[in-house]
């Protein structure tokens, strides 16, 4: 119940397009779902977070849609650059800080 | 930018040994976190730390594992007795408290347990 699903494991994007990563989660008692970025050699970074009193949330180019009665939740990453090229985890988070991730989506915008 | 920092970025250690790794948490930050990942898989939550005492942890985080701040900017992950499942890069986090605020994540450690 704890889990929160990631999907897909890779993506391969073309440069000025979309990208779209989905996550779903169980544990009705999460409250905050942040997204994070992460480099090769560098720790996760905090891209952009939702709470679920609202379905969408929109920061630059990179938007979160929030399913509540689905219990999904997903990234939008519009006009994708080269420089998006990382791995993005979804997590989530309720009555605390402690995060759970989801099994990360390998993101590579080509050319 | 304040950041959290990490020492070593790298420690090679054998079976058995007793490591430490150390992270200077963001200054005004008051609850520390240890998180590991194995290479390829998800990251996991390990401790959690608040006003001297560890606030939750994992189930990961057993007798082999301990945490402390020893003084006023460090917070230390020991692992008593090192075991080659326990090869994984090592993230430290600070947040300025515990509801709805950004966990900021060190640059890690990479242990690996030969």
């Known amino acids: 119940q704890q889990q929160v699903k990631q999907s897909p494991q890779s993506l391969i994007v073309q440069k000025g397009g979309i990208s779209i990563i989905n996550c779903a989660y169980e544990n009705t008692a999460f409250d905050y779902f942040p997204w994070y970025q992460q480099f090769p050699g560098k720790g996760p970074a905090l891209l952009i977070a939702?709470?679920?009193?609202?379905s969408e949330k929109k920061e630059g180019r990179f938007t979160i849609s929030f399913n509540k009665s689905a219990k999904q939740f997903s990234l939008h990453i519009m006009d994708s650059q080269p420089g998006d090229s990382a791995t993005y985890f979804c997590?989530?988070?309720?009555?605390?800080?402690?995060?759970?991730f989801g099994t990360g989506t390998q993101l590579k915008v080509e050319l | 930018e304040p950041e959290v920092t990490q020492t070593p970025s790298h420690q090679v250690t054998q079976m058995g040994q007793e490591v430490i790794l150390r992270c200077v948490p963001i200054s005004n930050h008051l609850y520390f976190y240890w998180y590991r990942q194995i290479l390829g898989q998800k990251v996991e939550f390990l401790v959690s730390f608040y006003n001297n005492e560890i606030s939750e942890k994992s189930e990961i985080f057993d007798d082999q594992f301990s945490v402390e701040r020893p003084d006023g900017s460090n917070f230390t992950l020991k692992i008593r007795s090192t075991k080659l499942e326990d090869s994984a890069m090592y993230f430290c986090?600070?947040?300025?408290?515990?509801?709805?605020?950004?966990?900021?994540f060190g640059q890690g450690t990479r242990l690996t347990v030969v």
């Open positions: 939702i709470r679920p009193d609202v």
């Open positions: 997590a989530a988070t309720g009555g605390g800080n402690k995060l759970t």
């Open positions: 986090a600070s947040s300025e408290d515990r509801w709805d605020t950004e966990a900021f």
